[in-house]
């Protein structure tokens, strides 16, 4: 009995591996191809000469270039959510490497598991900052002289701990909200290009 739950547990490991690595992929393909389409499609639809031979005027409103003018400014705003959310992905691939490299090194050499809760979701004006934040640091030593630390140092290395992955959690979340924002605003970008006809 206990056999057999062992190897189902160990295929449902394998199984979600195997997604979190196909969902990631797919998720860095489309982040790729949006910010690719973007920056063509801006390539593509700029005509500088409609731009010369017409003025925006708020007394005799040209629809053509108002429209043009929004789909523009909409694929380079796409373009610039593009860039923050590929800092994003990078910062959050990091530091969830340094969680992990953190709770196998704290084991390893103080036989301590590190915190298995469910992390906490920061504020919306929280999350907009988590790129520019500075980050909890947990050496080597730390993981090494756990077992020899003063209680205050060891809910000082335990609290960072949870600090990062809450971080790790919320960049996360961040990725996801920012494709979805990115794929509205193209779409909007796209569809206003053509009211601009």
């Given at each position: 009995?206990?056999?057999?739950k062992n190897?189902?547990?160990?295929?449902?490991?394998?199984?979600n591996?195997?997604?979190t690595?196909?969902?990631?992929?797919q998720?860095?393909?489309?982040?790729?191809l949006?910010?690719?389409?973007?920056?063509?499609?801006l390539?593509f639809?700029?005509?500088?000469?409609?731009?010369d031979?017409?003025?925006?005027?708020?007394?005799?409103?040209?629809?053509?270039?108002?429209?043009?003018?929004?789909?523009?400014?909409l694929?380079?705003?796409?373009?610039?959510?593009?860039l923050?959310l590929v800092?994003?992905?990078?910062?959050?691939f990091k530091?969830t490497?340094?969680?992990n490299q953190i709770?196998?090194?704290m084991?390893?050499?103080?036989s301590?598991?590190?915190?298995?809760?469910?992390?906490?979701?920061?504020?919306?004006?929280?999350?907009?900052?988590?790129n520019?934040?500075?980050y909890?640091m947990?050496?080597?030593?730390?993981?090494k002289?756990?077992?020899?630390?003063?209680?205050k140092?060891?809910?000082?290395?335990?609290?960072?701990?949870?600090?990062?992955?809450n971080?790790?959690?919320?960049?996360?979340?961040?990725?996801?909200?920012l494709?979805?924002?990115?794929t509205f605003c193209f779409?909007?970008?796209?569809i206003?290009?053509?009211l601009?006809?």
């Amino acid at each position: 009995m206990t056999n057999s739950k062992n190897e189902l547990v160990k295929e449902y490991h394998e199984r979600n591996v195997r997604w979190t690595n196909k969902s990631l992929e797919q998720l860095s393909f489309y982040n790729n191809l949006l910010l690719t389409l973007s920056v063509g499609f801006l390539s593509f639809s700029f005509e500088s000469e409609k731009f010369d031979s017409n003025h925006l005027t708020i007394t005799k409103i040209d629809w053509s270039i108002t429209f043009l003018s929004a789909s523009l400014l909409l694929i380079v705003f796409v373009t610039l959510i593009g860039l923050i959310l590929v800092i994003t992905r990078l910062q959050d691939f990091k530091l969830t490497r340094q969680v992990n490299q953190i709770r196998q090194r704290m084991y390893e050499h103080s036989s301590k598991k590190l915190d298995e809760k469910t992390p906490d979701k920061y504020t919306f004006w929280k999350k907009l900052i988590l790129n520019f934040k500075k980050y909890p640091m947990i050496t080597m030593e730390d993981c090494k002289n756990y077992k020899n630390e003063q209680q205050k140092e060891k809910e000082r290395i335990e609290s960072d701990f949870r600090e990062l992955r809450n971080i790790v959690h919320d960049l996360g979340d961040n990725t996801w909200s920012l494709t979805k924002f990115q794929t509205f605003c193209f779409a909007l970008g796209i569809i206003t290009y053509f009211l601009s006809f």
